[in-house]
């Protein structure tokens, strides 16, 4: 039986192709493989208060991302700055009773409440109830200047405004306290259909005692890292970049050549200015610091301490100079940061080396009783350090 004459033309025709498919395959591969444009590294600079910002990003277009930022910020600002007369926690210490919260004020507070407690009360923003006492705030400075300010002793003077701003303290001791603050409306409903139909949007704190005063700046650099990292994935699609806040820092992916992000941190232990290094990974992509030395106030020759020990009502005093924390999250590393500065050394390594479920790692610089730098790294920052080539530190 003949063949069909269609059958033997299609069957000649594959095997054409066949044939020219295997003997041409790498060049019209090539020519398939059409190489994308070179991954640049872009940067974003501003202002957040008296802090600068910073974004460098990874990519092949430069992205419009200035303006969602900015408007991050402000959105903040609008909720928690105390150079705002208008914002909502400048009405709230104005206040004798309650006010409407917005959704940055509850975050803020709510993350607050979680770490006061883990921390036995050693994170607690309502410590600005006397941190303004002693200079800090905006309206610190002009306040503890003015003490005194006509008496020729210079001597006498700062004797006399330590000693005012002391009392002051262990008076107004009464007047703090973070369990004195309860956050009320849309919050209580009991199922997330409920909150969902209500749309969050009726919520206020309202404070025991009229004197009482808060301040969410020890957790809001990092609050903000975080507001924009999500804005960055989420919204831009932007896969690799670095996000930078007044020291708090957070990464996501790698720079162009494939490796991590990296950040430097300031050594005090070094007469000659030097940097510590750290790479941020997936498992650790934030980092947050918190110092003792830098924003010090001098009275006479007191060095007062910009952060407050909420449990004595005073300045810390202790042997803690630095705190360096990796974690998920910045606003929570932030916060420990600050936790671990009041606690000091001991208290901090306990914390850190028996508390598994927080997820974060500790680097800390302290001096001993001799009044030697001495490091600490907790036991899985050692392993992260070692194994990206860092020699490790013990205490």
């Not at 974004?55 to 303006?67: A, E, G, L, N, P």
């Not at 970049?241 to 070094?270: C, H, M, Q």
């Not at 200015?273 to 790479?279: D, E, I, Q, R, S």
């Not at 390594?349 to 610089?365: L, Q, R």
Request: hydrophobic content about 40%; glycine content about 6%; some cysteine.
């Amino acid at each position: 039986m003949k063949k069909h004459p269609l059958v033997i033309l299609f069957a000649g025709l594959f095997v054409v192709v066949f044939v020219a498919w295997f003997f041409f395959f790498d060049f019209f591969l090539g020519f398939l493989k059409v190489p994308l444009p070179p991954s640049n590294i872009y940067e974003v600079k501003g202002k957040y208060n008296e802090n600068e910002y910073y974004v460098k990003y990874s990519d092949t277009i430069k992205v419009d991302i200035q303006k969602g930022i900015d408007s991050i910020i402000a959105e903040v600002n609008a909720s928690i700055s105390l150079k705002d007369s208008n914002s909502i926690i400048s009405k709230f210490n104005k206040g004798d009773s309650c006010v409407f919260v917005d959704g940055v004020f509850l975050d803020l507070f709510l993350i607050s409440d979680e770490v006061y407690e883990c921390t036995d009360s050693a994170f607690d923003p309502t410590v600005y109830t006397i941190a303004k006492l002693w200079g800090f705030g905006p309206d610190g400075s002009e306040q503890i200047d003015g003490l005194y300010r006509n008496m020729e002793d210079r001597d006498l003077r700062d004797s006399l405004v330590l000693d005012y701003v002391d009392a002051a303290s262990a008076e107004m001791e009464s007047h703090m306290g973070y369990s004195k603050v309860r956050i009320g409306g849309d919050l209580l409903y009991n199922t997330m259909e409920e909150m969902n139909d209500k749309n969050m949007q009726d919520n206020f704190a309202c404070k025991e005692d009229p004197a009482l005063q808060m301040d969410f700046s020890a957790l809001a650099k990092g609050y903000i890292v975080d507001k924009i990292y999500d804005y960055l994935l989420y919204k831009k699609k932007i896969s690799n970049f670095l996000v930078y806040v007044g020291g708090e820092v957070i990464a996501a992916g790698t720079r162009p050549d494939g490796s991590s992000w990296s950040v430097e941190v300031d050594n005090p232990t070094k007469e000659k200015a030097t940097k510590l290094g750290f790479k941020l990974n997936a498992e650790f992509p934030a980092m947050a610091v918190c110092e003792n030395y830098s924003k010090s106030k001098r009275v006479g020759k007191e060095v007062i301490s910009a952060t407050f020990d909420p449990r004595k009502h005073l300045p810390v005093e202790n042997e803690m100079v630095a705190v360096v924390i990796l974690g998920q999250e910045c606003v929570k590393a932030d916060a420990y940061a600050t936790a671990f500065m009041v606690m000091g050394i001991t208290e901090s390594i306990d914390f850190v080396e028996t508390n598994p479920f927080e997820s974060f790692e500790a680097y800390f610089i302290y001096k001993n009783e001799k009044g030697e730098f001495k490091t600490y790294a907790s036991p899985g920052l050692t392993e992260i350090m070692a194994n990206d080539g860092k020699s490790s530190t013990k205490k």
